[in-house]
């Protein structure tokens, strides 16, 4: 029918859907294409040195030989601190703000509000905030605890936003049949409606981890520079990010192990990714099967 | 749903108030650190706010901290200009990859360039950073010396921003309601017809938080800037002219300055911290007035 | 306000459980903070001092020369390291050489130009010369990298040219010194100053930069070492109070003949004292 009444007006759309069509097929080749070059420079660079040696081998003459063990290690020293303390903060947090108090509450308003900021702020801020408060204040010093309580609070609003979004998709009618079962609500927030959050209070576990060991302007003056296998927590470590950030700015000759490095954030990243998107999965296959 | 095979009220309701108590401490706890925040900020600001009028910082000749000139200026313009370049940039991108995504690809095609986004949006900032210093700024440098620009950052800020804006804008555009783009090609509107009419209106909440989500990223990017920026004080006077973003100047400068220099490194985080939380401010008034 | 109260023990807690955990730092642990330039070294020095001194480690944090003053004053740091004679200002610490290390222009490893004079090097940083063709180079606007401010190379060089920093027109700022070898590595037209040791250390590995001879002298590490180039300064370790015990150790064994190997692979000028 259309090739029938077919006048100028219908042509010129025509004309303006194919050219918005041609536009967006290139920009996405342009995307895809920059992409695709950067993920070939780093796989290019980095897998020559990449073995089983490069990761568990310590850093030498300034990172230009040997390994990323340490470094690892302290990376993960710093993730296990900042967890540790930004998770029961934050779940707390986005319990009450979905199951005991109202949203529209002052108290609960100012909390959402001061958290909406705080998920802005530059993570450099945090790095100043910790190095006055944690490092000097507190005289925790370069370590991988400042490091890691700094980090701590730059996660509290990606983790209490994902856990209060994990909440608030159970269904209205479980707490009903829970109130109407006489449970207390602390029972039916552990019996009923944890249960069925999990995997998104998962998922966004591994959200914040993924953020977090891609960070290093908070940890520049946090965690500090030193290379070494951390026997403390008040211990300086330098964190694979910040690793990165040094062969690449500081050391000569450091070009090899950066990529290297890079290599291995990515495939580390990479596979978190992975998991918090399978939990991201399973928490929508069950939110479907409830309702 | 109930897996726990004793009883389900193992709990008493007094408990209850014990509880609330300990998770309004945890919650306190992170709306303090806001403030706590903005006042180890100001504290450690206070000894040049103190003795140095504000207006320094935007009127001294330059930035010559060591010479005591103290003019931010010029930071906070490279700043804008980098983030808002970006943002002009990524913006048609990201939106342009959504739409590809959902209305233009065959489904396998969809979900490869899905899982490349995703990938992307793992990619750490010191990366792309570390990328940019080694291949994008030889590059401009070629075209037009000195390479480490405006220009590469705002390259490098786009590359960043690109897919949080695609994976955002991409979540707004799949809520739309499946009936709503039915009814417009119903009424015989064209592929493009249905998707500006209909599909991108119906997703700006989503799309528009999207962006700002980006913008914040963009103007509180650090590394991967002071990487590939040149860092120069200056106002840029062309894209190809180097600049230097209030981040980079902390982390460049911190770790060296003494006394009144590292107050007023202080100062201008807290600079950079207001224009961040004026930013939110103005996204919680337009998603109150424009989205209700 | 039952759980304001709380707050506040909590807070005092987490005081207290935090000024515990730093007294149980080892007494046997060395930090060194300070100049970036020295950092690499002080690396190396301290894996060698920690293999001879089981049970001792040695932590060290780069973050420039005035932070290594700065610790060192407030205690945070045992040892600073400093590039640079201190300043009259800085008297009040003691300083000990353990290398020398010269200040030298790099350009590209393409560039015609092999000399500049003094004269024609202040005429390029303070911006009156732009072009490589009026000092003998190639027809094409020259790329200026400066120091960050505050940094201790950046110090050197505008105190050995009686510059200021507010008169160099500079097209790049950067901050240490495999930034600024980085940068005119891919760039044929960048100029920039950088520790000798640095630039001979990647120029030997093949990285496109060389040196440039500055007023008739190269800059080489054998003229560093016999005191012909003109920009050259120590690399000082310094200590708020005279050393003793561990820190006496360290410095003793950084300045004594068997390191000598480790400073001279870093491309320094070992300073001897034994």
Same mark, same amino acid.
């Given at each position: 029918m259309s090739k029938l009444f077919v006048n100028k007006d219908k042509m010129s759309y025509l004309l303006r859907d194919l050219t918005i069509q041609v536009l967006i097929y290139s920009a996405i080749v342009c995307v895809s294409g920059v992409f695709l070059w950067i993920l070939f420079d780093l796989i290019r660079g980095g897998s020559a040195l990449l073995s089983w040696q490069f990761l568990t081998d310590v850093p030498r003459d300034a990172g230009r030989a040997g390994g990323i063990s340490s470094i690892l290690a302290s990376t993960l020293l710093v993730l296990l601190i900042a967890l540790l303390a930004a998770l029961p903060i934050s779940w707390a947090t986005a319990i009450l703000l979905t199951e005991?108090?109202?949203?529209?509450?002052p108290f609960g308003r100012w909390v959402r509000y001061s958290l909406q900021v705080l998920a802005c702020v530059p993570s450099i801020i945090f790095g100043l905030f910790g190095y006055a408060f944690f490092s000097l204040y507190l005289g925790l010093g370069f370590s991988i605890l400042s490091g890691g309580l700094t980090l701590a609070c730059m996660l509290l609003p990606i983790l209490v936003s994902t856990a209060e979004a994990g909440l608030r998709a159970v269904p209205e009618s479980y707490r009903l049949s829970a109130v109407a079962l006489g449970m207390s609500r602390a029972a039916t927030l552990f019996h009923v409606l944890l249960p069925v959050a999990a995997p998104a209070w998962a998922a966004g576990l591994l959200l914040g981890i993924g953020r977090a060991a891609a960070e290093t302007a908070a940890l520049m003056?946090?965690?500090?520079?030193?290379d070494r296998m951390p026997e403390s927590l008040l211990d300086s470590g330098r964190v694979l990010a910040l690793h990165i950030f040094d062969l690449s700015m500081?050391?000569?000759?450091?070009d090899a192990p950066a990529f290297a490095s890079a290599l291995v954030l990515i495939l580390l990243l990479l596979v978190i990714n992975l998991v918090a998107m399978r939990f991201t999965y399973l928490w929508q296959r069950k939110k479907l099967n409830a309702e | 749903m109930i897996w726990w095979k004793h009883s389900i009220s193992f709990l008493s309701a007094s408990i209850d108030r014990w509880f609330s108590a300990a998770l309004r401490i945890g919650a306190l706890l992170a709306a303090l650190i806001m403030l706590f925040i903005l006042l180890f900020l100001l504290l450690e600001s206070w000894p040049v706010l103190r003795h140095i009028a504000l207006m320094r910082f935007f009127t001294?000749?330059?930035?010559h901290p060591l010479e005591d000139q103290y003019n931010l200026l010029p930071m906070v313009t490279g700043t804008l200009y980098a983030s808002s370049g970006a943002l002009l940039l990524a913006i048609p991108l990201g939106i342009a990859s959504a739409l590809f995504m959902i209305f233009y690809a065959t489904p396998r095609t969809a979900v490869l360039y899905r899982r490349l986004i995703e990938l992307l949006a793992g990619i750490p900032s010191v990366v792309f950073g570390f990328w940019g210093l080694t291949t994008l700024v030889p590059l401009i440098n070629q075209w037009h010396?000195?390479?480490?620009s405006l220009l590469a950052s705002i390259l490098i800020l786009t590359l960043m921003i690109l897919p949080t804006l695609a994976l955002t804008s991409y979540a707004a555009l799949v809520a739309v309601p499946k009936d709503y783009l039915q009814a417009a090609v119903a009424l015989g509107l064209s592929r493009w017809g249905m998707i500006y009419g209909v599909a991108l209106p119906a997703a700006r909440k989503g799309i528009v938080a999207g962006i700002l989500l980006a913008a914040g990223r963009a103007i509180g990017e650090t590394m991967a800037v002071l990487m590939v920026a040149?860092?120069?004080?200056q106002h840029a006077d062309s894209l190809f002219a180097p600049i230097r973003t209030l981040t980079a100047n902390i982390a460049l400068e911190m770790a060296y300055a003494m006394g009144d220099h590292r107050a007023v490194l202080f100062v201008s985080g807290l600079l950079l911290l207001l224009l961040v939380i004026a930013l939110t401010i103005i996204a919680a008034w337009f998603g109150k007035t424009h989205h209700v | 306000m039952r759980w304001m109260k709380s707050i506040g023990a909590a807070t005092i807690m987490l005081v207290l459980m935090s000024l515990t955990l730093s007294t149980?730092?080892?007494?046997?642990k060395l930090v060194l903070t300070g100049s970036s330039t020295i950092a690499p070294l002080a690396i190396e020095l301290g894996r060698r001092f920690e293999s001879l001194h089981p049970g001792v480690r040695v932590d060290v944090q780069t973050g420039g020369s005035s932070r290594g003053i700065n610790d060192t004053r407030k205690g945070v740091a045992d040892i600073g390291m400093v590039s640079g004679v201190l300043k009259s200002a800085e008297q009040d610490l003691q300083a000990f050489a353990i290398a020398l290390d010269g200040v030298g222009i790099i350009v590209h490893?393409? +560039?015609?130009?092999t000399t500049l004079t003094n004269r024609q090097i202040v005429g390029i940083f303070t911006g009156r010369?732009?072009?490589?063709q009026e000092v003998g180079g190639h027809d094409a606007r020259i790329t200026l990298v400066n120091k960050a401010e505050g940094r201790s190379t950046l110090e050197s060089f505008l105190a050995y040219f009686q510059l200021? +920093?507010?008169e160099i027109k500079s097209h790049i700022v950067i901050g240490d010194n495999q930034q600024g070898i980085k940068i005119v590595s891919g760039n044929p037209h960048a100029i920039g100053y950088v520790s000798i040791g640095a630039a001979a250390y990647d120029a030997q590995r093949g990285v496109p930069i060389k040196l440039l001879t500055m007023d008739g002298v190269a800059a080489t590490v054998a003229n560093v070492r016999n005191g012909t180039y003109p920009l050259s300064r120590p690399l000082n370790l310094v200590t708020r109070l005279p050393p003793t015990g561990l820190v006496k150790q360290f410095i003793d064994f950084a300045r004594s003949k068997q390191t000598h190997d480790l400073v001279e692979a870093q491309y320094f000028v070992p300073v001897s004292v034994d």
């Open positions: 005991f108090i109202s949203a529209e509450s003056f946090t965690s500090g520079y030193v500081n050391v000569p000759g450091g | 001294d000749e330059a930035w010396p000195p390479g480490a040149g860092n120069v004080v | 149980f730092a080892s007494s046997h490893a393409s +560039n015609p130009v010369i732009t072009n490589w200021k +920093n507010s």
